[in-house]
């Protein structure tokens, strides 16, 4: 009997290819990189948060100085998503999805933070003075829970120092500088910080956002209630007005919220925000409430909590900030976004673009392209040829969330 060839090639020829196939799936998807990210992690959680973080971003910093990883990160990381194409502040992101404040305080991760695939960086906040922080250990992670707390309490380099360091990049990312008051001006004159700040950042800035939500500088919030926030705005967008003016451009300001609000404070800022023309809010900060955290020990310590906890109170502050405001001013949605149906969710419910945090200390660099992905599949199901347009949809009911 001859032997038969022609199953001995195939077998040769579908083992390499189905290989081929695994590992292109396993780079669709994301999977090598979730694995790695879940060892490196394992032993990054080893260390206390802020160590782990300093090391995460040195290792990246040394690996950056070599052309070919800094090449493989941004080939591996970016990501080409013209149906996710955004416009904000009269500016187009190439995706909605941006990074949070307070993972990059000091502007000194611009380049690596823009090569993972956020379609637009905040960075900050930073204060016009240098000042410490609060003591260590100020950040706490809750891993079960997939959530932080955390009491920095503005660790800052101060303006000038930020600026220096920021200017040193080439800009490849729309960028947001986030700004706060120094713990020692007292809240009366809040006003002063805020405008000093706006003044200095001002052409450096894509768009300046006035944090008055982080729940760690005494009295900050208080700058939520109505008559204070009256002053603030009136001032910010006098100062604003005459800066457009003389420097011949007009840089948004955005305003950053708290999640621990009630349905009367949100309805009297939202009026005063549109009032006051302010070009977007974003909601939320960290929120001082528990929820769901009943057996975390690390729940009692003081601070603000973000990640997954965070998530319905988030969603919950941007709707109702978007039935108040109807589109008037945009909405940048944040709190413990992990996944293109926590985006979806978020836009749906009224934000314009979104940002996150906590999620990418737990998941990585991947999952900017994972939720980009599973954004680009949530386009396609809906028929429509954007995001914008699917959420449109969506928002009148016609493509329900599934
Ligand atoms: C460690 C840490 C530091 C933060 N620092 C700031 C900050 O300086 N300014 C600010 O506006 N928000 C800050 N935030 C809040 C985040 O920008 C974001 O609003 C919040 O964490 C919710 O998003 P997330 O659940 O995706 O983390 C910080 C959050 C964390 C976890």
């Not at 502007?107 to 609060?134: K, M, R, S």
């Not at 023309?277 to 960290?286: E, G, P, Q, R, S």
């Amino acid at each position: 009997m001859q032997p038969n060839h022609s199953k001995r090639p195939r077998r040769y020829k579908t083992q390499p290819s189905n290989l081929a196939a695994d590992f292109a799936k396993i780079r669709r998807n994301g999977y090598g990189r979730l694995i790695l990210y879940s060892i490196i992690r394992f032993l990054l959680f080893r260390l206390d948060p802020e160590t782990a973080h300093r090391l995460t971003f040195r290792l990246l910093r040394a690996m950056y100085a070599l052309a070919p990883l800094r090449v493989l990160l941004r080939w591996g990381y970016r990501r080409n998503t013209p149906s996710l194409v955004t416009s904000l502040f009269g500016r187009e992101l190439p995706n909605p999805v941006g990074l949070a404040a307070g993972l990059d305080k000091h502007a000194e991760y611009l380049d690596i933070l823009c090569d993972c695939g956020f379609g637009w960086l905040e960075l900050g906040t930073v204060t016009p003075q240098p000042q410490p922080g609060n003591k260590i250990p100020r950040l706490f992670r809750l891993p079960r829970a997939r959530a932080l707390i955390n009491r920095m309490g503005f660790n800052s380099v101060g303006i000038d120092a930020f600026l220096t360091s920021l200017r040193r990049f080439e800009r490849h990312c729309v960028v947001g500088i986030n700004v706060g008051k120094n713990r020692d001006t007292p809240v009366e004159q809040a006003v002063d910080d805020y405008a000093t700040a706006l003044h200095t950042v001002y052409t450096t800035a894509d768009y300046v956002a006035v944090n008055i939500s982080s729940p760690n500088t005494p009295g900050l919030r208080g700058l939520q209630d109505e008559a204070q926030l009256e002053i603030l705005l009136a001032r910010l967008k006098q100062e604003q007005a005459a800066l457009a003016r003389t420097r011949a451009v007009y840089v948004p300001i955005a305003i950053k919220v708290a999640p621990d609000l009630d349905d009367v404070q949100i309805t009297a800022m939202a009026q005063l925000i549109e009032r006051h023309k302010l070009d977007a809010v974003i909601a939320t900060n960290t929120t001082i409430s528990r929820p769901g955290l009943e057996r975390e020990l690390l729940a009692n310590e003081a601070g603000g909590l973000s990640g997954r906890p965070l998530k319905a109170l988030s969603t919950d502050v941007i709707r109702k900030f978007h039935q108040a405001l109807q589109g008037r001013v945009p909405i940048i949605g944040v709190g413990g976004i992990e996944s293109a149906d926590d985006v979806w969710e978020k836009m749906v419910a009224g934000a314009d673009a979104v940002q996150l945090y906590t999620a990418f200390i737990y998941d990585g660099p991947a999952l900017v392209k994972r939720i980009l992905r599973g954004l680009e599949r949530r386009v396609a199901q809906s028929g429509e040829r954007t995001l914008a347009e699917a959420i449109t949809k969506a928002r009148s009911g016609v493509y329900l969330m599934r």
